[in-house]
């Protein structure tokens, strides 16, 4: 199976991120006032809080944020020569983003061998900025101008 020919990734640290480092606080042990107020940290919309919708949404915020919560970093095997990647990858991190910060996304870079092509860069919008229609359309009109040529 190919290779990937580039990898982007958005608003999350790199799963090497040191467990003290990363930008959130466990879940499991939060009642669910403290879990709303760690939910507006990564700019959940306010209607999810309301009471209808919280029954429905919480359950699957919670699986969400365990998946983070209980993952163990694993280095990559040593079949993948440099413990690195051999293809690009572009990271963006967003001004408004109250949790994940630059160095955060900078952790993506040991992934791979092409060190010369990775980027770091800064958008406007916050961690939910796909829900900003002016903030995804600039995302992806970048994204789209990063791909290898032959996917422009």
């Not at 919309?45 to 699957?60: D, G, H, L, R, Y």
């Not at 406007?124 to 995302?139: C, E, S």
Request: hydrophobic share 40%; glycine share 4%; charged share 25%.
């Amino acid at each position: 199976m190919p290779l990937p020919q580039q990898l982007a990734v958005s608003g999350f640290p790199a799963p090497s991120a040191p467990e003290a480092e990363r930008p959130w606080n466990k879940n499991a042990p939060m009642e669910d006032p403290a879990f709303m107020e760690e939910c507006r940290g990564w700019n959940v919309n306010e209607i999810v809080f309301q009471a209808s919708n919280w029954k429905t949404f919480s359950p699957m915020m919670r699986d969400d944020f365990t998946l983070f919560d209980e993952y163990t970093y694993t280095p990559l095997p040593p079949h993948v020569k440099g413990g690195a990647f051999p293809f690009p990858i572009t990271t963006r991190y967003f001004v408004d983003d109250g949790r994940c910060k630059k160095a955060h996304l900078e952790l993506w870079k040991a992934f791979t061998t092409e060190k010369l092509s990775f980027t770091c860069d800064e958008f406007d919008g916050n961690h939910l900025f796909f829900y900003d229609v002016p903030a995804r359309a600039k995302y992806m009109e970048d994204l789209v101008k990063k791909l290898p040529p032959a996917f422009q």
